[in-house]
């Protein structure tokens, strides 16, 4: 009665790009005639179009009145969209990219705010849609996304290099690669499109791979850097969990250092029904009592991958939801909110998180 009670609502709000809306477990996700593939949203994806989205398609990072634009926002969007098969809003993306965050040297823009694009980019950015460009090359038979997944690629190599190893940025302004390596930067995939399209070579991909892939655990944690100048790791006193899930989510199946952090997100999960955004490195108790929906849907994303048991997956998933807003009735229903704001990341990749548990079939 209570889900029929909340469909009622929901069809009779005035939304815009509603049509309908069907349940899904105990969320409600709404159809769109925006939507070309005539799929339901999902909840944060309603709130995405309806409380970050601009009116040219942007997705601002926050409900500044000054709001920023970012790369990582673009990309995650990307990924999620290909996920969802949504040619059209991908199509839309595509053009924004090129428009506005694709810089001269073909490099992607880390942020645009006030109309100015900053002159640096972030290696994973422009990785993740370089890979996100090419995966839709394959689905849709598009030489366009093939022909500027190249381009990015070739400036990644060109520019986005110090000493053999992709670093974290390019600087335009002092035109100079960054020293150092953020290992949850490291992304295998997108050294595999590299050296398909003929831009690096086996031994380039292994060598910076290897940085993620040999670096060693220091009390079941993963160095934050790596410098391409010592060729040293270094390990933060305070390990930001955001980033332990990110490297590890971009190791392998299996692999060894995978399951020994995937054994100390199920006991701290399962300890205490929570994992906390910042732990201490030496005694791994809780560094900040604050949670993250980040956090939970990274963890989700790799225990999927890590093919671990899908209860405790599910569990995560559900705590995930915890922070999201599903009362209809409620301005920002769809979102993740901390207090009276959000932040683009803290909904699209929950979102994108939900998507691939969706397709996976982990949760229903």
Same mark, same amino acid.
């Given at each position: ?6 469909? !009622? ?16 477990? $105990? ?19 309603? #709130? ?20 920023? +634009? ?79 997944? &190249?381009?990015?690629?070739? !400036?990644?190599?060109?520019? $986005? ?14 035109? @100079?690669?960054?020293?150092? =390596? ?9 050294? /595999? ?11 380039? =991909? %292994? &060598? *910076?791979?290897?940085?993620? +892939? ?11 850097? +790596? ?16 980033? %332990?899930?990110? /490297? @590890? ?12 952090? @995937? ?5 701290? #999960? ?16 809780? /560094? ?7 956090? +939970? /849907? ?22 995930? *939801? ?22 683009? #990341?803290? $909904? ?9 548990? #969706? $397709? ?5």
């Amino acid at each position: 009665m209570r889900h029929v009670l909340v469909a !009622a609502i929901l069809c009779c709000l005035s939304i815009g790009l509603s049509a309908g809306c069907v349940e899904a477990g $105990n969320k409600i996700l709404y159809q769109s005639e925006a939507d070309r593939n005539t799929r339901p949203l999902q909840p944060a994806e309603y #709130f995405i179009y309806h409380n970050l989205m601009n009116d040219q398609g942007l997705i601002k990072t926050d409900f500044s009145d000054q709001p920023s +634009y970012l790369s990582e926002s673009i990309g995650l969007w990307m990924e999620f969209l290909i996920s969802r098969q949504d040619a059209s809003h991908f199509q839309e993306q595509y053009q924004h990219l090129t428009d506005s965050f694709l810089l001269n040297h073909q490099l992607v823009t880390w942020k645009i705010q006030n109309g100015q694009a900053s002159g640096t980019n972030a290696l994973i950015d422009d990785m993740r849609i370089m890979v996100s460009l090419d995966q839709a090359a394959a689905l849709w038979g598009s030489s366009q996304y093939e022909k500027t997944a &190249r381009d990015i690629g070739t !400036a990644l190599k060109t520019y $986005n290099m110090y000493n053999g190893m992709f670093t974290d940025f390019y600087d335009s302004a002092s035109q @100079a690669a960054s020293k150092d =390596v953020t290992l949850s930067y490291v992304m295998p995939d997108a050294l /595999a499109v590299l050296k398909k399209y003929g831009i690096i070579d086996e031994e380039t =991909v %292994q &060598r *910076n791979a290897d940085v993620l +892939y040999l670096a060693p655990l220091k009390n079941g944690f993963l160095p934050k850097t +790596y410098s391409a100048e010592s060729k040293q790791y270094k390990y933060d006193s305070e390990v930001n969990v955001i980033d %332990q899930l990110y /490297a @590890a989510w971009h190791l392998p199946e299996g692999n060894e250092k995978a399951a020994v952090i @995937a054994e100390w997100v199920k006991k701290e #999960f399962q300890a205490n029904g929570k994992l906390y955004g910042r732990y201490s490195a030496d005694t791994k108790e809780p /560094a900040v009592q604050y949670e993250s929906p980040s956090v +939970y /849907a990274l963890a989700a994303l790799f225990l999927a991958k890590q093919h671990e048991d899908s209860s405790v997956i599910k569990a995560i998933y559900d705590r995930m *939801n915890d922070f999201e807003i599903l009362d209809p009735a409620k301005p920002y229903y769809g979102g993740y909110m901390s207090g009276s704001d959000t932040h683009s #990341f803290d $909904n699209l990749l929950p979102l994108l998180a939900e998507r691939k548990l #969706f $397709n996976e079939t982990i949760i229903q």
